[in-house]
């Protein structure tokens, strides 16, 4: 298993559905980074998963631009599009952080969201 913390901005609002009896929160993070090679600055996407009642409470305040940090495993998924082999990096997060939107000069209260405690 390989643990990661993700920190960007959400690509589009979260989509909940319901897979086996249980409730999973998608969506997508774009992280800056600077390549040096290419010496500019480059965006890598990182999709996310989020399990349960923390992905039920959290689903309306996961809209896109909103800034985000996700802990959890880190995985390559594999998958087909249109008769080719695509490959997504998905974090399966075991804690979500709310850091508020792009647009903000400063960023929100912390709202972490555990096994144990559900704030909202």
């Keep these: 298993m390989i643990s990661a913390t993700v920190t960007g901005n959400v690509g589009k609002d979260a989509v909940k559905r319901e897979h086996d009896g249980n409730t999973v929160l998608s969506f997508s993070l774009a992280s800056r980074r600077y390549d040096s090679k290419a010496k500019e600055d480059v965006t890598d996407w990182v999709d996310v998963s989020l399990w349960g009642k923390r ?14 940090a996700a802990r959890g495993s880190l995985y390559m998924r594999e998958y087909d599009h249109e008769g ?4 997504a990096l998905t974090l399966r997060a075991d804690d979500v952080e709310l850091l508020g939107s792009k647009d903000d000069k400063k960023p929100a209260a912390q709202s972490n ?8």
């Design 84 to 87: 080719q082999k695509r490959h």
């Design 55 to 68: 992905g039920e409470k959290l689903a309306q305040y996961i809209t896109k631009g909103s800034r985000i």
């Design 113 to 120: 969201v555990g096994d144990d405690e559900i704030p909202f």
